[in-house]
């Protein structure tokens, strides 16, 4: 069975930094495709970042560029998100993501809580 475990999220003030690490079990780590997502209270759940199974290429959305960096351990079976300069609009519950690249099948964490505030 895939579970996804988030974990480091918390309260920081605005400009602070937080590293999310999502701990990965009961799949093949190199055939899936990672993701963070988040969703902010009273909306639409959000693509942050992407790293191919590979490895090789990441993408961000352009609220998050250059101030995101998404990566993985494959040894630990970790994939890790290092937020700085966070806004207050960064708060939201962020989310770990999975994508079989030969079946399509995701899956999902449960998430952890950042919240941005003074």
């Known amino acids: 069975q895939v579970q996804l475990v988030e974990s480091g999220g918390g309260l920081v003030q605005p400009g602070g930094s937080l590293r999310l690490s999502c701990v990965v079990s009961?799949?093949?780590?190199?055939?899936?495709?990672w993701a963070w997502y988040r969703q902010a209270p009273g909306k639409e759940r959000e693509l942050v970042a992407t790293?191919?199974?590979?490895?090789?290429?990441?993408q961000y959305a352009d609220s998050v560029k250059g101030r995101f960096t998404i990566s993985r351990d494959n040894a630990k079976k970790t994939i890790y998100v290092q937020m700085n300069s966070l806004k207050p609009e960064d708060t939201g519950v962020y989310y770990c993501?999975?994508?079989?690249?030969?079946?399509?099948?995701?899956?999902w964490g449960k998430g952890t809580l950042v919240t941005v505030s003074s």
């Open positions: 790293i191919t199974s590979s490895g090789t290429r990441t």
């Open positions: 009961g799949t093949i780590f190199s055939i899936n495709d």
């Open positions: 993501n999975s994508r079989n690249i030969y079946t399509g099948e995701e899956y």
